[in-house]
């Protein structure tokens, strides 16, 4: 759906007031389409999820979650001309043991995958898991879609340092900082991920959690990130602790090197996710790299720091 002109959508405004008319808009749904979210990581197998778009003013609920899985697609990724077949594997089917170990990697509660028929596409041949410096290429067909992509998985890049200082007015929660050395090379993209010990089940990304080196290419620089929401969480928190670390935790800090196409597609999307409701924000629609559907298939570089929070 276009959006509407600020100035054309406040004459509209003034002038449904002024006249007291009721306007009935017939907005048509979008057309369906396949949508991609996959990642491979060094030492990893290769990770699809494969669904469908919904209509933007579609109504979604808990039980409908299962019914937006593709089932039954031939999924390959290649790298150095080795193709491995990429396998469904379904959370039903998966021993209740085992939920937990895999709700980590995926980045969803153990309750959800009980619950929903989650579904993903991935492989044990350990000669297709991630390697750095390589290129890995996707290939996606089911009734008339044949989807591709390709990414890489780049060179980490090691922060200088990272420490907790707390943020005033208060005395014992704040945010993470960091030092780092971007290297001489333009194009550098990163993406920030940081998990508490004990308390997150899995690596949480921030909002504006990708950045590239268009403005700091080559210099050290420090800069800090607040905590991201965890959607999954079931223990509450104080309405004042949203958004920051506090004295006492451990938070492991996951730094990523991606590619140009990754790193766009989560500057557009968190784009996306902060303009949500704004009639007044300027259209961003999400970059993809999947030819033929909507998504992303990015590689990721991470190198890991600890932190104790003191």
């Known amino acids: ?32 389409k396949p949508v991609v979210y996959g990642w491979i990581e060094p030492g990893m197998p290769p990770v699809v999820i494969l669904t469908q778009s919904k209509p933007y003013f579609g109504t979604t609920n808990f039980s409908e979650l299962s019914d937006l899985f593709i089932h039954n697609a031939t999924v390959t990724v290649t790298t150095d001309n080795y193709t491995a077949p990429l396998s469904e594997i379904c959370s039903q089917n998966v021993s209740p043991s085992l939920l937990p170990v895999i709700a980590e990697y995926l980045g969803v509660d153990s309750a959800t995958l009980s619950q929903v028929n989650y579904c993903v596409y991935t492989t044990f041949d350990n000669n297709i898991f991630g390697q750095t410096g390589k290129k890995y290429f996707l290939n996606i067909s089911f009734d008339n879609y044949n989807l591709s992509s390709e990414t890489e998985i780049p060179q980490p890049v090691a922060l200088d340092s990272v420490w907790f200082k707390v943020q005033p007015p208060a005395t014992n929660l704040g945010f993470i900082w960091a030092t ?45 990130f607040n905590r991201g929401d965890d959607d999954f969480a079931t223990t509450p928190e104080p309405p004042e602790e949203r958004g920051y670390f506090k004295i006492g935790d ?14 766009q597609f989560w500057r557009t999307f968190e784009i996306q996710v902060s303009n949500n409701g704004n009639p007044f924000a300027a259209p961003a629609p999400v970059k993809s790299n999947i030819n033929e559907g909507l998504g992303i298939w990015g590689g990721y570089g991470p190198a890991y720091d600890t932190v104790v929070c003191q």
């Not at 308390?199 to 290419?217: L, Q, T, V, Y």
């Not at 451990?250 to 790193?263: G, L, N, P, Q, R």
């Open 180 to 224: 780092l050395t971007d290297p001489p090379a333009s194009g550098n993209c990163y993406r920030w991920f940081a998990k508490r010990k004990g308390k997150d089940f899995s690596f949480i990304a921030p909002m504006g959690s990708a950045f590239d080196d268009k403005f700091i290419n080559g210099t050290t620089f420090n800069f800090a």
């Open 250 to 263: 451990t938070v492991i800090v996951k730094f990523c090197s991606i590619d140009e196409a990754h790193y």
């Open 1 to 32: 759906m276009k959006k509407i002109h600020p100035y054309i959508l406040l004459f509209i405004l003034i002038t449904t007031v002024s006249c007291e008319r009721d306007a009935t808009i017939d907005i048509k749904g979008g057309e369906q």
